[in-house]
C-alpha cells in the first residue's frame, strides 16, 4: 500500500505539536508545593489544581461534541485554536494568582481548551493511518504522556532548590510551549486521506453505548484507568518531592524523578501502538491495563 504523500511530516508534525500542548495539563500541579505556601492553599484546594483540569476537560469535550465543533471548524484550525486559548488561560494564572477561586477557576477553563487539542489531534492522526493505526494512536498518546510530564522536567531547571522560589516560570513557559505547539499545527498539518466527518451528536447514543457490551466495557475500562492513572500522575510527583526532601536529596532531582516515572509512558504507547496492529488491540489492552493496575495498586 503506497504511503500517502506528506503523512510523515503531518505524523510527526502533530505527535510534536502534542506533547508541546499537553503541558498546560499539569503546569500548575507541577508546582502545587510553590503554590500552596503562596496562596495559603488547603490540601483539598491543592487537589483541584488537578481535578478541575480533568473536569474542565470533561466538560470541553461534551461542550463540542453537542455544539458539533469539530465539523463546524477544520480539525487543524481547532486544534491550534484551542492551544491558543488555552495557553492564554494558563498565563493568565500569574495575574490571578492573589484569588484562589480565580486560580482554580483557570485551570477549569483550560482543561476545556484541551478537549480542542487530545482528541481532535487523535481523529488528524488516525487520518493519516489505516493499517499502521495503532502505531501512529501510540505516538500520539505516548507524546501526551510526555508532555504531561513536561512540566515536572521545567521545574527542575526553572525553579531553585528552595520551595518559596517563584513558580510563574513554569507557568509562563507551558504556555510558550503549548503556542509553539498552535503554530506547528497551523502551518504544518492537514486532515489525511481517511478523514471524515464526525457523526451529529445524539443523546440517544448514550443509552446505545450503554447496552453494547463491547463499547460499554471499553468505555468502562478507559474510565477506570484514567482514575487510576492521573491520580498516579498527579500525585507521585507530591510524594517524590517530599520523600526527597526528607532524605536531604535536591528538589531538582525529585523533579526529573517525577518526569521520568509520566514520561516513561510514552515508550510504552508507541510500543503497545506497535503490538496493537501485529496482535490486536483488544488483547494489548487488557494486558496493558492489568499491567497499569498492578503497578498503581
Not at 93 to 121: D, E, H, K, W
Request: aromatic content about 8%.
Amino acid at each position: 500500500m503506497q504511503r500517502p504523500q506528506g503523512k510523515v511530516r503531518a505524523v510527526a508534525a502533530l505527535t510534536v505539536a502534542e506533547l508541546l500542548a499537553m503541558a498546560l495539563w499539569f503546569s500548575a500541579t507541577a508546582v502545587a508545593p510553590q503554590l500552596r505556601e503562596e496562596l495559603a492553599l488547603t490540601p483539598g484546594q491543592v487537589g483541584w489544581l488537578t481535578a478541575s483540569v480533568q473536569l474542565g476537560f470533561v466538560v470541553g469535550a461534551l461542550t463540542s461534541a453537542l455544539l458539533t465543533l469539530a465539523d463546524r471548524v477544520s480539525a487543524q484550525r481547532l486544534f491550534a485554536l484551542s492551544a491558543v486559548v488555552g495557553a492564554l488561560l494558563n498565563a493568565a494564572i500569574v495575574v490571578a494568582a492573589p484569588s484562589v477561586a480565580a486560580v482554580l477557576t483557570l485551570r477549569f477553563l483550560t482543561g476545556a481548551t484541551l478537549a480542542g487539542v487530545y482528541p481532535v489531534g487523535m481523529k488528524l492522526i488516525a487520518s493519516w493511518c489505516v493499517r499502521d493505526r495503532g502505531f501512529c494512536v501510540g505516538l500520539l498518546v505516548g507524546a501526551l504522556a510526555v508532555g504531561s510530564a513536561s512540566p515536572h522536567l521545567m521545574g527542575a531547571f526553572l525553579l531553585g532548590p528552595e520551595s518559596t522560589t517563584d513558580w510563574r516560570s513554569v507557568v509562563l513557559a507551558a504556555s510558550a510551549s503549548a503556542l509553539a505547539a498552535a503554530l506547528i499545527v497551523a502551518v504544518l498539518v492537514r486532515p489525511g486521506p481517511a478523514f471524515g466527518a464526525s457523526a451529529p451528536f445524539r443523546w440517544g447514543q448514550v443509552t446505545v453505548a450503554l447496552r453494547d457490551r463491547g463499547v460499554r466495557l471499553a468505555n468502562f475500562g478507559y474510565l477506570g484507568h484514567m482514575w487510576e492513572l492521573y491520580a498516579m500522575w498527579a500525585w507521585v510527583p507530591v510524594f517524590l518531592v517530599q520523600s526527597y526532601a526528607q532524605a536531604g536529596w535536591p528538589e531538582g532531582a525529585a523533579r526529573l524523578s517525577a518526569f521520568g516515572v509520566i514520561a516513561v509512558g510514552g515508550l510504552g504507547s508507541v510500543w503497545a501502538g506497535r503490538l496493537a496492529d501485529r496482535h490486536g488491540r483488544t488483547a494489548v489492552t487488557i494486558v496493558s491495563l492489568a499491567t497499569s493496575g498492578a503497578c498503581a495498586a
